[in-house]
């Protein structure tokens, strides 16, 4: 599942290993939040360092215009916005995009727990600025 040409292929390989842990241990059908703690879990259990549910500001033009809590933070670089829903539709992908240009981050996964096969998807932002890499825009 590593793939050297993509970035951060090693952790996010992580983070899908333990996504698909928690959706054989519990399956699909319960609430997101049943999957977020799961997630907590499985992550702290193989180390990677995250914060969840962390709020981070969102800018237009350079100016803050509200904030989004983003489901996880890992390690800094890495944001997971988990779903638990029958299926991924167009819309959850944009979404998502739209967050990780809003947070400035290059990298981030949106993990569907809802369907009875775990469904993932790594997202890349095109318009990655660089300047904060490894350090989105925190107060």
Same mark, same amino acid.
């Given at each position: 599942?590593?793939? &050297? ?8 390989? %992580? ?6 842990? !928690?959706?054989? *241990? ?7 939040? @049943? +999957? ?5 879990? &499985? ?15 969102? +800018? +237009?033009? &350079?100016?803050? @215009?509200?904030?989004?809590? !983003? ?9 997971? &916005?988990?779903?638990? @829903? ?29 369907? %009875? ?16 890499? *490894?350090?989105? %825009? @925190? %107060?």
């Amino acid at each position: 599942m590593i793939k &050297e040409q993509y970035k951060y292929s090693d952790l996010t390989s %992580k983070i899908i290993g333990c996504a698909m842990a !928690v959706h054989s *241990g519990l399956g699909n059908g319960f609430q997101e939040i @049943i +999957y977020q703690r799961a997630m907590e879990i &499985e992550m702290l259990d193989h180390g990677i360092s995250f914060a969840r549910e962390f709020e981070m500001p969102i +800018y +237009y033009k &350079e100016k803050e @215009i509200g904030t989004r809590r !983003v489901d996880f933070l890992v390690e800094g670089v890495v944001s997971v &916005e988990l779903k638990a @829903i029958i299926q991924l539709q167009d819309v959850h992908l944009a979404q998502a995009i739209n967050y990780l240009e809003a947070y400035d981050l290059e990298i981030g996964l949106l993990i569907n727990f809802g369907s %009875k096969s775990l469904q993932f998807k790594r997202l890349s932002n095109k318009s990655f600025k660089q300047k904060n890499q *490894g350090n989105p %825009k @925190i %107060k």
